[in-house]
């Protein structure tokens, strides 16, 4: 058992500018739908593709069993002992209720508050090394998130908008599998703050 282990983002954006590389950094996709027009109520579908790096060679205590030899020990953590990122990636799918409020509507421009709360599971793909057997990773169920956001919608042109969101979500990975072998699971939580730029259209559908 690892105790308060620290870890980090790893966003990677100026790097991965490039057309077969826009799935590298951190990035959301999101599709919803206004299913009540007078309370300005929607249901949202989010994949959100952000990062988790447990930091190498941080002061830890350590206490468990190691071949069958107890340990409790406070080291640096050395990444062949044991490191996990989940960066391809700590990958949040949440379904969310939307809730929009227009405070400034013009021929051409429209401006609304949006505020979404949403749960999910977390479909992960984690690369890890413990007691040197290392695991490329694979894409599975790890657990759940439960997130909130509030944002700014500027829409225009009828069918264009920009949108910009403040998240904050609770991770809680309770099925992550460590070692290419399957030695152990991990479990752990987390909480994250995101702050994204969005860029989408709307589609009309029904009657107006």
Do not use: C
């Amino acid at each position: 058992m690892l105790f308060d282990a620290v870890a980090h983002d790893k966003p990677s954006m100026y790097q991965y500018w490039h057309l077969d590389r826009l799935t590298i950094p951190q990035y959301d996709f999101t599709a919803g739908y206004f299913f009540n027009n007078k309370y300005d109520l929607g249901i949202e579908l989010g994949w959100n593709h952000l990062k988790y790096v447990v930091t190498d060679f941080q002061m830890i205590h350590v206490k468990g069993q190691v071949h069958e030899t107890p340990i409790d020990v406070v080291m640096p953590l050395d990444s062949n002992f044991f490191h996990m990122q989940h960066t391809n990636g700590n990958n949040y799918l949440i379904v969310s209720l939307v809730k929009r409020q227009t405070f400034f509507r013009s021929k051409y421009v429209q401006a609304s508050g949006i505020a979404k709360v949403g749960a999910g599971p977390m479909i992960s793909y984690t690369i890890d090394r413990i007691l040197g057997d290392y695991d490329p990773g694979y894409f599975h169920y790890h657990g759940y998130v439960l997130a909130a956001s509030l944002g700014l919608r500027v829409s225009f042109l009828k069918y264009l908008y920009i949108q910009s969101d403040m998240q904050g979500g609770y991770a809680n990975y309770t099925n992550t599998k460590l070692g290419h072998e399957h030695l152990g699971t991990a479990v752990h939580h987390f909480y994250s703050l995101q702050w994204t730029w969005e860029a989408g259209f709307i589609v009309p559908i029904g009657k107006k």
